[in-house]
T-cell receptor, first 115, second 115 residues
Framework: AQSVTQLDSHVSVSEGTPVLLRCNYSSSYSPSLFWYVQHPNKGLQLLLKYTSAATLVKGINGFEAEFKKSETSFHLTKPSAHMSDAAEYFCVVTPGGGATNKLIFGTGTLLAVQP | GAVVSQHPSWVICKSGTSVKIECRSLDFQATTMFWYRQFPKQSLMLMATSNEGSKATYEQGVEKDKFLINHASLTLSTLTVTSAHPEDSSFYIC???????????FGSGTQLSVL
C-alpha cells in the first residue's frame, strides 16, 4: 500500500527567506513522486517530479526537492520565498512508471508568505 | 501547459436535485479523465476514471448510480451528482491525461453546496 504524509498543514515564511515543505511517503514499489501547487481558483499545476533518475529534482519557479530513500522523504524547498509562492502544495506518490490512475495525494500544505 | 476547463466553479443546489459538472480539455485530446473529491483539510480522493467511449471505472466505495460520469468525446467529461444530499457537499476536481502522470492536467475545481 502507498501513502503520503505532509507533516505541516500550514507554513508561514517571510518574503526572501527559505521555504521547506515536508513530505514523507510509504510505498511497496519504487515510487514516482510529485509536487503540485494550487493557487486560488486555479487548477493544480505540476511543480516537479521524481521518477527514479536524479535524486535532486529541480522544478519550476526555483523549487526543488530531494528524494531520500533512507528517510522515505521528498521535501520541497526554495531558497528565497516570493509573495507569488503563497498557495497550497500537494505531495503525490504513485507506483513506479507514473500510472495516472494511482495517484495518492497528501492532505496539502498551505504556504503563506509575509511581506 | 495544457488547459483543462472545469465549470461551474461554484454551485448551490437544493437537496434532491441533480447537478452536472463539466470538464473540458481545451487544447488537447484526453483519452482518460479523472474525477476527484476533496473534503476540507483532507487530500484529494480519486472517485473514478473515465475513458472516452466506455464506462467509467469507479473506486471502491463510490456509488456509480449517485455519481454518473459520461465521457462522450475526447475533450469532454461530465460528472452528474444525482439526487444530491448535504453529505455530497464537497470540492470536486477533474483532471485530463495525455498518457502519463507528468502529462496530467487539472481543472480548477467545483465547490458543491447542497442545502
Amino acid at each position: 500500500a502507498q501513502s503520503v504524509t505532509q507533516l505541516d498543514s500550514h507554513v508561514s515564511v517571510s518574503e526572501g527567506t527559505p521555504v521547506l515543505l515536508r513530505c514523507n511517503y510509504s510505498s511497496s514499489y519504487s515510487p514516482s513522486l510529485f509536487w503540485y501547487v494550487q493557487h486560488p481558483n486555479k487548477g493544480l499545476q505540476l511543480l516537479l517530479k521524481y521518477t527514479s533518475a536524479a535524486t535532486l529534482v529541480k522544478g519550476i519557479n526555483g523549487f526543488e526537492a530531494e528524494f531520500k530513500k533512507s528517510e522515505t522523504s521528498f521535501h520541497l524547498t526554495k531558497p528565497s520565498a516570493h509573495m507569488s509562492d503563497a498557495a497550497e502544495y500537494f505531495c503525490v506518490v504513485t507506483p513506479g512508471g507514473g500510472a495516472t490512475n494511482k495517484l495518492i495525494f497528501g492532505t496539502g500544505t498551505l504556504l503563506a508568505v509575509q511581506p | 501547459g495544457a488547459v483543462v476547463s472545469q465549470h461551474p466553479s461554484w454551485v448551490i443546489c437544493k437537496s434532491g436535485t441533480s447537478v452536472k459538472i463539466e470538464c473540458r480539455s481545451l487544447d488537447f485530446q484526453a483519452t482518460t479523465m479523472f474525477w476527484y473529491r476533496q473534503f476540507p483539510k483532507q487530500s484529494l480522493m480519486l472517485m473514478a476514471t473515465s475513458n472516452e467511449g466506455s464506462k467509467a471505472t469507479y473506486e471502491q466505495g463510490v456509488e456509480k448510480d449517485k455519481f454518473l460520469i459520461n465521457h462522450a468525446s475526447l475533450t469532454l467529461s461530465t460528472l452528474t451528482v444525482t439526487s444530491a444530499h448535504p453529505e455530497d457537499s464537497s470540492f470536486y476536481i477533474c483532471s485530463a491525461s495525455q498518457g502519463t502522470a507528468e502529462k496530467l492536467f487539472f481543472g480548477s475545481g467545483t465547490q458543491l453546496s447542497v442545502l
